[in-house]
């Protein structure tokens, strides 16, 4: 079998996981292991018609006179990788895509050959065209069918953001960026590791927010460098740098990060203390709570007291005290489109809204756990209000003791966010967006108790 086979069956079986879908069955073939190239190649395929996911169905369903609901499975994964690099993908002449395509669905079902060769054949320009505007009734539903968004998201943004302003955010929400990267100061000075990296024939740009990050272009596979082996480097996004960064952690302080995860906050806060703070990392995954022991080993965060809970449970830190809690609230995750188009599919109108009183109560739950003089962070990685702005506006209205702080007002000493007052909303909270900062769509707001 050709390594393009192996890399589009690759592709094939990720797609499936990347729309929800059960595992294509591929005999013989679970195991195999891919060179890097083609690695990057199977994901590159199956990313790419995740993104433009309506656009590429629209295609098919031109073409066969089928909806793609009515197509086999196997049939469908290989005319939606052939018709996404017919339209995309115009460095590779459509005869090789076809036959590429054509050899997949052998691959995956020898009787569908037939089919998607006729089906990628009829594919002309007609059915590959990008929509017309004149074809719809408003801009919403053209917009959503030329970027391949949901109907309901493009109606959300452009009631705030217009229809320019909206159809220039889709257009980022579809690049995929270049690896965003955080700097480890107890490893290494940021200028180290970009002269490592350019030896290692990488190019960096430094990030325009978070002083430790570097957005990182080239070919190479950056965790298997020693500068990342060695923890010099963590993998995180920069609009991600920056709920950390607002908390400004101080040597001495007990902090707890009630949402952990895997750690990303968790040691960047271990790194700005100095590894002076004394942490509390929650969560109720034991999982994830394991790669956060392994990422604080390599990063050489210390501190760190990992604790399984549910903030939720009164039980849990009952009786405790934090001089700053950091509440990075699970949300929709809209904002992280970019890196993870999955995420445009996955989701519903009422999610934000739902989502909301769930975050409203763990922020509730956090501040209770401040004294006079403590302060709390609360992001998400969404792009809507409910989750963000309205959230911590409903809880300071509701909480006399608790101020919102404006931390572009407040200036990078405080913060360390630079250009603080680019990301800064009406209110005084930060937003990012895709399409205004190159970064990651995030809201951050800081909040401190006054007695």
Not at 350 to 370: F, G, K, M, V
Request: charged share 25%.
């Amino acid at each position: 079998m050709s390594s393009g086979t192996a890399s589009r069956l690759a592709a094939a079986r990720t797609l499936a996981g990347l729309l929800g879908e059960r595992p294509l069955p591929i005999p013989g073939r679970q195991g195999e292991r891919l060179e890097p190239r083609d690695a990057r190649f199977a994901a590159e395929l199956a990313h790419g018609v995740v993104r433009h996911l309506s656009r590429v169905d629209r295609a098919i369903e031109g073409a066969s006179g089928k909806p793609p609901e009515r197509i086999s499975r196997p049939a469908l994964a290989a005319a939606r990788i052939g018709v996404y690099q017919l339209i995309f993908t115009p460095s590779v002449p459509a005869y090789a895509a076809v036959s590429a395509s054509v050899e997949l669905a052998r691959a995956l079902e020898p009787r569908t050959a037939g089919f998607v060769n006729w089906l990628l054949r009829r594919a002309g320009p007609e059915s590959l065209a990008p929509p017309r505007r004149e074809d719809f009734e408003d801009a919403a539903a053209w917009l959503a069918a030329l970027h391949s968004f949901p109907p309901w998201l493009v109606r959300r943004w452009i009631a705030r953001l217009g229809e320019d302003e909206t159809g220039r955010l889709l257009e980022a929400m579809n690049e995929f960026p270049p690896p965003h990267v955080r700097v480890n100061p107890l490893r290494s000075p940021v200028d180290a590791a970009r002269d490592a990296l350019a030896a290692a024939g990488f190019d960096t740009t430094p990030g325009r927010y978070a002083p430790a990050c570097l957005h990182v272009g080239g070919s190479g596979t950056l965790t298997e460098t020693a500068l990342f082996r060695d923890g010099a480097l963590y993998l995180q996004d920069e609009s991600s740098q920056l709920a950390a960064l607002a908390l400004a952690p101080r040597p001495g302080e007990r902090i707890l990060d009630a949402c952990a995860g895997v750690g990303g906050k968790t040691t960047q806060i271990a790194e700005l203390a100095g590894n002076a703070a004394a942490i509390v990392a929650l969560d109720r995954d034991a999982r994830r709570l394991a790669l956060l022991g392994e990422n604080a080993a390599r990063l050489g965060a210390r501190g760190i007291e990992a604790r399984r809970g549910d903030l939720l449970d009164e039980a849990t830190l009952a009786g405790e005290r934090f001089d700053a809690v950091l509440l990075d609230a699970p949300c929709s995750a809209l904002g992280t489109i970019p890196r993870h188009p999955e995420v445009k599919w996955a989701k519903r109108a009422a999610d934000p809204r739902r989502l909301a009183a769930t975050q409203l109560r763990l922020l509730e739950r956090a501040a209770a756990l401040l004294p006079p003089g403590g302060r709390v962070v609360y992001s998400t990685c969404s792009t809507e209000p409910e989750e963000g702005e309205e959230v911590i506006a409903r809880f300071v209205a509701a909480h006399a003791d608790f101020a919102a702080v404006d931390m572009a007002a407040a200036g990078p000493g405080a913060s360390g966010i630079l250009n603080a007052a680019e990301l800064r909303t009406p209110e005084g909270f930060l937003r990012s967006w895709p399409h205004r900062h190159g970064i990651g769509a995030a809201f951050v707001a800081l909040a401190t108790r006054r007695h």
